[in-house]
């Protein structure tokens, strides 16, 4: 069984950065792809971003291309979402998530293991 805490979250101005950090434990972190969605309110949960295991492949959906970047850090068992040139159309939830074997990066239906989420607002 693996645990996600992510942290990182906070209220930043647009065009701001922010970086989100998720630490995983009880498992084989080294295993496990991993993504970050997110949640606005009155919204569904929408894929950001994932990582394969090796962290050699990376995803990213078209509304955070070219500002956002995930990584991973396998000798510490944290991935993390580094946020540029933020927009207030980012603010949400984010939430990370953590698969051995996802169908797609792209659906929160392929990760079994999620953690709390830690709120992001983007001000305008």
């Known amino acids: 069984q693996v645990q996600l805490v992510e942290t990182g979250g906070t209220a930043v101005q647009a065009g701001g950065s922010l970086t989100l950090s998720c630490a995983a434990s009880g498992g084989i972190f080294s295993a496990y792809d991993m993504a970050w969605f997110r949640q606005a309110p009155g919204k569904e949960r929408e894929f950001v971003s994932g990582?394969?295991?090796?962290?050699?492949?990376?995803y990213y959906a078209d509304s955070v291309k070219g500002r956002f970047t995930i990584s991973r850090n396998n000798a510490w068992n944290t991935v993390y979402l580094q946020m540029n040139s933020l927009k207030p159309e980012d603010t949400a939830v984010y939430f990370c998530?953590?698969?051995?074997?996802?169908?797609?990066?792209?659906?929160?239906?392929?990760?079994?293991?999620w953690g709390q989420g830690t709120q992001v607002t983007v001000s305008s």
């Open positions: 990582i394969n295991w090796t962290g050699a492949n990376t």
């Open positions: 998530a953590a698969s051995r074997y996802p169908n797609t990066y792209y659906s929160s239906s392929s990760y079994g293991y």
